[in-house]
């Protein structure tokens, strides 16, 4: 597995590298537990795996609207979940919502950190190598 380089600044400032892939990658911790998403600005939302999903379900808050999703891939299914202990390095980004796809969908292999989530809690830029991240207080 890749060693993903980050630079964490005094301000809540975070900068990622670019990995060898061509990818942002971007770890946040939940319910304790470190999940790896792939930034993905194309993603209008923010979806965990099956496989993460299933390593932080700690009776979180499933809300029972199923929601269709146009993706690259064709329609998907999903449900929103809504987690409270996350974090991003130790900063608390307090109640966040995921989409999980239903079990009739394979679904990604990662989780993918979409818009939603970096249009409200971070400032953001991106150059040619780098990904900067500004929580927003």
Do not use: C, M, W
Not at 29 to 53: E, M, Y
Request: charged share 25%; proline share 2%.
């Amino acid at each position: 597995k890749e060693n993903f380089n980050y630079i964490i600044e005094d301000n809540n400032s975070i900068t990622i590298k670019k990995s060898k892939d061509g990818h942002f990658y971007l770890p946040l911790t939940i319910n304790n537990l470190q999940i790896v998403f792939l930034v993905d600005t194309g993603a209008s939302r923010s979806l965990l795996s099956r496989k993460d999903f299933k390593l932080v379900n700690n009776n979180n808050i499933f809300l029972h609207t199923e929601i269709i999703l146009e993706t690259a891939n064709g329609l998907v299914v999903a449900r929103e979940i809504i987690l409270q202990d996350v974090k991003v390095f130790e900063s608390d980004l307090g109640e966040i919502s995921f989409l999980v796809v239903t079990k009739n969908f394979k679904g990604p292999r990662i989780s993918l950190l979409g818009l939603d989530l970096l249009n409200n809690k971070f400032k953001y830029e991106i150059t040619n190598n780098f990904l900067k991240l500004q929580l927003i207080p």
